[in-house]
């Protein structure tokens, strides 16, 4: 009975904590819809970097980028559905007041993850043959501080 108890405990402390990862399926900070062409001008987008889910606890998001560490939030902090996409590789990148870290998730259900591409502690992510579709974006840290970031979005053509 005791090993039962255990067993169950064990189980339902796995749950918890896969629920308490980033999830593309919970609602955006922010939602947008952008086409390749809006994008060839860099946009730009204010939000706290940080969270307080370590990334490699989290079962189910193996990035096909850098490794590292990093905290993020549950939530997406913005969600985008891009159109117009063909032709263009899409650069996102943090500008921080910390050591900030970068996770996306594209419309083909790819995971991608940078802490440092971006120069001085900050990401960069680009996506040489972005799909048409939702990407959802979280902006964490490395050290799971919080912090002011800016989060940009822009295309250039292949």
Do not use: H
């Not at 629920?19 to 204010?46: H, I, T, V």
């Not at 990334?55 to 990093?70: K, L, T, V």
């Not at 996306?104 to 960069?124: C, E, F, H, K, V």
């Amino acid at each position: 009975m005791k090993r039962l108890l255990v067993a169950i405990a064990m189980m339902v402390g796995f749950a918890s904590a896969a629920a308490a990862c980033p999830n593309w399926n919970l609602a955006a900070g922010e939602s947008y819809s952008a086409s390749g062409s809006q994008l060839r001008s860099p946009k730009f987008f204010d939000v706290i970097a940080g969270g307080s889910n370590y990334i490699w606890n989290c079962p189910g998001i193996n990035p096909q980028s850098d490794r590292g560490a990093g905290y993020f939030p549950s939530n997406p902090d913005f969600r985008f559905q891009l159109s117009n996409m063909g032709g263009t590789q899409l650069v996102v990148s943090v500008v921080s007041r910390c050591d900030a870290a970068l996770l996306i998730n594209t419309a083909s259900a790819t995971w991608y993850y940078d802490d440092d591409d971006n120069g001085n502690l900050d990401p960069r992510i680009v996506l040489t043959r972005p799909a048409n579709g939702q990407i959802d974006i979280w902006i964490g840290t490395y050290d799971g501080e919080y912090c002011d970031a800016q989060l940009r979005m822009e295309t250039f053509a292949r």
